[in-house]
């Protein structure tokens, strides 16, 4: 993992020294700064990384991360404190938009772990391992 957050942040870097450049004009670090975090959470759920910054799934997912971060902002209170007002509005209550941008991030998702080459719908995840100790669970 460390070589892979290695990789993304010299590619960052290079990016921001083209942007800035070279130190002679200011740029806002926040839109360079999400690709490369996505970009290591992908590799770590799917085993690969976007191809680039410009790969529309890419842009696609910062963008729906982004409504939903926006959305839970403006249910926070009202859907944890009242759980139940989803049933009741959930336009009002922001539960519809949340639903809606959670089924597209999982269409996404589901598309690249349709593509695994073992024939597997899900991702490639190590084994569990129980340990043998007599008292597990506590």
């Known amino acids: 993992m460390d070589s892979l957050i290695t990789t993304e942040v010299l590619g960052l870097l290079e990016t921001l020294g083209k942007e800035g450049d070279g130190g002679r004009r200011a740029v806002s670090v926040g839109r360079y700064v999400t690709p490369c975090v996505l970009n290591v959470l992908w590799v770590l759920v799917t085993g690969a990384r976007f191809a680039s910054w410009d790969d529309s799934r890419l842009q696609r997912l910062m963008q729906l991360m982004t409504q939903r971060s926006r959305a839970f902002d403006m249910s926070f209170g009202t859907l ?3 759980p139940w007002i989803r049933f009741i509005a959930p336009e009002w209550s922001g539960y519809r938009i949340i639903t809606h941008i959670n089924d597209e991030l999982e269409q ?23 340990p043998s100790s007599s008292n597990w669970p506590m």
């Open 108 to 130: 996404i998702i589901m598309v690249r772990g349709s593509l695994m080459d073992d024939g597997n719908r899900g991702f490639p995840l190590p084994p569990i391992v129980v």
């Open 80 to 82: 944890n404190q009242f």
